[in-house]
T-cell receptor
Framework: DTEVTQTPKHLVMGMTNKKSLKCEQHMGHRAMYWYKQKAKKPPELMFVYSYEKLSINESVPSRFSPECPNSSLLNLHLHALQPEDSALYLC???????????????FGAGSRLTVL | GENVEQHPSTLSVQEGDSAVIKCTYSDSASNYFPWYKQELGKRPQLIIDIRSNVGEKKDQRIAVTLNKTAKHFSLHITETQPEDSAVYFCAAPNYGQNFVFGPGTRLSVLP
């Protein structure tokens, strides 16, 4: 299995809703990432988990709450979001943490979030 | 952190012509540079990468060149085809912790 699987593909939620995005990989990768991508922009790093521990939080608002239950799963819990949070949320994984050539990012297909 | 610039932001070429996209980076210690292709509505996918111990790498119609002294690297696509139309992102290490992406180049290959 060489894929990163994300669910749901599309999500519409109100500003008072609580929802979660899910990501799964079975490549034995030990680093997992959440990126946010707005239209016509590059992916923007939100969180990095390395060996199931949160290693990077790029000053993301607390209405986004990541969780890494085990080395294969990564969740992003959403609560009280704003319309400007509407974007494509990409999960990625790599063999380990860091940015050497050994840690190539493999991206999931993304979850397109719309906040009304 | 690392600063990555990418030019041009849009590029239109005739089918069969070549396309070149250039990126510059700021951290002289950076040693690995991937390129990602993102088709409309799809995920970014790695298409080629280069390590700092080589100056050029080729894979069929695509190549990447690296100039460490000038701190820039370029993506070259020859004999472009309509399926090459996409947004291309370069990336560079951010002090060894993660990757910073360039702003992207939208390539259109005209038939």
């Amino acid at each position: 299995d060489t894929e990163v699987t994300q669910t749901p593909k599309h999500l519409v939620m109100g500003m008072t809703n609580k929802k979660s995005l899910k990501c799964e990989q079975h490549m034995g990768h030990r680093a997992m990432y959440w990126y946010k991508q707005k239209a016509k922009k590059p992916p923007e790093l939100m969180f990095v988990y390395s060996y199931e521990k949160l290693s990077i939080n790029e000053s993301v608002p607390s209405r986004f709450s990541p969780e890494c239950p085990n080395s294969s799963l990564l969740n992003l819990h959403l609560h009280a979001l704003q319309p400007e949070d509407s974007a494509l949320y990409l999960c990625a994984s790599s063999r380990g943490g860091g940015s050497s050539g050994a840690n190539v990012l493999t991206f999931g297909a993304g979850s397109r979030l719309t906040v009304l | 952190g690392e600063n990555v610039e990418q030019h041009p932001s849009t590029l239109s070429v005739q089918e069969g012509d070549s396309a070149v996209i250039k990126c510059t980076y700021s951290d002289s210690a950076s040693n690995y540079f991937p390129w990602y292709k993102q088709e409309l509505g799809k995920r970014p996918q790695l298409i080629i990468d280069i390590r700092s111990n080589v100056g050029e790498k080729k894979d069929q119609r695509i190549a990447v060149t690296l100039n460490k002294t000038a701190k820039h690297f370029s993506l070259h696509i020859t004999e472009t085809q309509p399926e090459d139309s996409a947004v291309y992102f370069c990336a560079a290490p951010n002090y060894g912790q993660n990757f910073v992406f360039g702003p992207g180049t939208r390539l259109s290959v005209l038939p």
